[in-house]
């Protein structure tokens, strides 16, 4: 019997004692691991403790320190202090002293950096000055065409002379103007300028702006009656 239970069959791997051998080292690992397990959960749990508790402190301290500056009292005393009469006293000699006072903009008129150019001129005044002044100029240039209008008649009359004259129901006068003859009767208008009012025995008579000029074989006269008959200018 006991050795029936003191030894193992032949065909066993391992011994009680290896068995047990094995049981212990297992539970001595396990043991190492758990301990090192918790000193990590210790040291972890001991920061964050900590840590909360600084926090917690320093906000404390500074929301309840008891500190206040609002009533604080500065004061600064300058070095070479001006003493409050001396300085009402430069005030009122400032005030009263004898230096022009600034004037309103209302009371100045003119403005004093304007450049002296004679009297001001009311805008109503240069307008009429300025139509005025182109007034004359009409005026000078209507004068200056006239003068060219009565040269250029006057040169044309010089060169036209009455060639001949066919008296009948219908008189025909041939003028010469310029070196071109012209046969004309009663209402036609020689060289666009002289139309022809009368011809009658040996003499033309052309009307050119109004004024009429008698034309003969012989010689040029002039009428100062626009209209009627015609007086001989002495010529």
């Given at each position: 019997?006991?050795?029936?239970?003191?030894?193992?069959?032949?065909?066993?791997?391992?011994?009680?004692?290896?068995?047990?051998?094995?049981?212990?080292?297992?539970?001595?690992?396990?043991?190492?691991?758990?301990?090192?397990?918790?000193?990590?959960?210790?040291?972890?749990?001991?920061?964050?403790?900590t840590g909360g508790g600084a926090i917690g402190?320093?906000?404390h301290m500074g929301l309840k320190s008891g500190i206040d500056l609002s009533g604080a009292n500065l004061k600064y005393t300058a070095k070479h202090a001006v003493p409050a009469a001396n300085f009402e006293r430069v005030l009122h000699t400032l005030e009263n002293s004898a230096s022009p006072k600034q004037l309103p903009?209302?009371?100045?008129?003119?403005?004093?950096?304007?450049?002296?150019?004679?009297?001001a001129v009311r805008n109503d005044d240069r307008a009429l000055a300025e139509a005025e002044r182109a007034r004359q100029r009409q005026i000078e240039e209507e004068k200056r065409r006239a003068a060219d209008r009565a040269r250029q008649i006057e040169s044309k009359l010089s060169s036209?002379?009455?060639?001949?004259?066919?008296?009948?129901?219908?008189?025909?006068?041939?003028?010469?103007?310029?070196?071109?003859r012209n046969f004309v009767k009663v209402g036609d208008v020689i060289d666009q300028l002289f139309m022809v009012v009368q011809?009658?025995?040996?003499?033309?008579?052309?009307?050119?702006?109004?004024?009429?000029?008698?034309?003969?074989t012989a010689e040029l006269m002039h009428s100062d009656d626009p209209m009627g008959g015609s007086r001989p200018s002495g010529r």
């Open positions: 019997m006991n050795q029936d239970h003191d030894t193992m069959p032949q065909g066993s791997k391992s011994s009680p004692h290896s068995i047990l051998r094995d049981l212990s080292n297992a539970e001595s690992t396990g043991s190492a691991k758990g301990r090192r397990l918790s000193a990590y959960v210790f040291v972890m749990a001991f920061v964050v403790v402190v320093m906000r903009a209302t009371v100045i008129t003119i403005d004093p950096f304007r450049q002296d150019t004679g009297p036209m002379r009455v060639v001949s004259i066919m008296n009948g129901p219908i008189p025909i006068a041939n003028i010469s103007l310029g070196g071109k011809i009658e025995g040996s003499r033309v008579v052309v009307e050119v702006d109004g004024v009429q000029y008698t034309l003969s």
